[in-house]
C-alpha cells in the first residue's frame, strides 16, 4: 500500500504521522525514509515499529494506543499528514481530529457512512480524507477508471465489469494446507469471510448472505499460475455509480484465491470456527475445541462433522 504516499510527496508533506504498526506498514515506511521524509510510528507495538524504522535516524516510534486521545490530538497537530492503518472502525475518530487541525488522512479502507459525513467539513477545512487506498480497495479503482474512462473517451459503453484481486503467496511459497499467507490483520480476514455480498448479473441484481459467501465461487484459470477460485466481494453494485457506468449488465468485484480456500473456510463457517466470541479453550483438545465450537458431542468428529 505504500503507493498512496506518493500522492504526498512533493514538498507538501514535510513529516507523516503512522497510526499502527501492523503487516501493511513496512513497505510505507522503507519508501518514505528513502525519500527522506521524517516519520512518527505511533502503536501500542512499538518494539515493532522500532524494527520497521531498524535505527533510521528520519523515524521514530511512540507506544500509543486510542486509549489516549489527548496524546493523538497533539501529534496530528505536529505531523503534516496522517496515515492511519488502525482497525477500521478507528478512522472516524482519526479523520475528525484530522479536520480540527487541518491534516489530511489516508486510509486503505473502505468509506464508512459516518466517514461520508465529514466529507464537507473536511472540504470547509481544506484537507483531504483519502479512503479506499490499498491494495483492494485501492489499486483496483485506479485501474478501473483507467480502462474506463479509455472506452468511454473513445465512445464505447461498459457491458460487462469484472474486478477480481487477491494478494496470494508466489505458487512455489503457497506451502500450507490453506494455500494462504497473512499479509495483512488476520482478523481482517476472518471479518472479510462474514461478510454478505451483492452483485449485478445480465441486469439482475444477485444478493448472497453471509452464511452462503463461499458458496457462490467460480474457477478462472489465470496465466502461468493455474485455476484460481473466485468469490464475490461485499457490495459490487455500488461502484456503478462511484465508476460512472450506468449502462453496466453485469457488475462483480471478487476476490482470488487458490483452488480449496472456499471449500475449506465454507466448512470452517458451518461448524463456528469463524466466530470471534471470546472463550476460555486453556487446556482443552483440539477434538474438544472443535466439538464446542460446532455444538455437537466430542464423539466420532469425523463421521459427525460435514
Not at 118 to 123: Q, S, T
Not at 268 to 281: E, P, V
Request: aromatic fraction near 10%; charged fraction near 25%.
Amino acid at each position: 500500500m505504500f503507493y498512496l504516499v506518493k500522492l504526498f510527496t512533493a514538498s507538501y508533506m514535510k513529516k507523516v504521522l503512522i497510526l499502527g504498526a501492523g503487516l501493511v506498514v513496512k513497505p510505507m515506511v522503507e519508501y518514505l525514509l528513502e525519500k527522506k521524509i521524517p516519520l512518527l510510528i505511533a502503536s501500542p507495538m512499538k518494539q515493532r515499529a522500532d524494527a520497521i524504522i531498524n535505527r533510521n535516524p528520519l523515524g521514530s516510534a511512540v507506544d500509543w494506543s486510542m486509549d489516549d486521545p489527548a496524546a493523538l490530538e497533539k501529534m496530528i497537530s505536529e505531523y503534516d499528514v496522517v496515515v492511519s492503518l488502525l482497525p477500521y472502525k478507528y478512522h472516524v475518530d482519526v479523520a475528525r481530529v484530522c479536520i480540527k487541525y487541518k491534516r489530511s488522512l489516508v486510509t486503505t479502507s473502505y468509506v464508512q457512512p459516518e466517514m461520508r459525513l465529514l466529507n464537507e467539513p473536511a472540504k470547509a477545512a481544506g484537507v483531504l480524507l483519502l479512503n479506499e487506498l490499498g491494495l483492494d480497495p485501492g489499486i483496483d479503482h485506479m485501474t478501473a477508471m483507467k480502462i474506463i474512462d479509455y472506452i468511454h473517451l473513445k465512445h464505447g459503453k461498459v457491458e460487462e465489469f469484472y474486478s477480481l484481486c487477491g494478494a496470494l503467496p508466489a505458487p512455489e511459497n503457497a506451502d500450507n494446507p490453506l494455500k494462504y499467507k497473512f499479509t495483512w490483520s488476520p482478523k481482517g480476514v476472518i471479518l472479510a469471510s462474514r461478510n454478505s455480498a451483492l452483485y449485478l448479473k445480465n441486469g439482475k441484481e444477485i444478493f448472497i448472505d453471509a452464511v452462503n459467501l463461499f458458496k457462490d465461487r467460480f474457477e478462472y484459470k489465470f496465466p502461468g499460475i493455474g485455476d484460481l477460485e473466485v468469490y464475490p466481494n461485499r457490495d459490487s453494485i455500488s461502484y456503478r455509480d462511484i465508476y460512472d457506468i450506468p449502462e453496466v449488465k453485469t457488475m462483480f468485484r471478487g476476490t482470488f484465491r487458490y483452488k480449496g480456500w472456499c471449500e475449506t473456510l465454507d466448512a470452517m463457517k458451518s461448524i463456528g470456527m469463524l466466530d470471534d466470541t471470546a472463550a476460555d479453550y486453556e487446556r482443552m483438545s483440539y477434538a474438544q475445541f472443535i466439538a464446542e465450537r460446532s455444538g455437537i458431542e466430542n464423539k466420532d468428529l469425523r463421521k459427525i462433522l460435514p
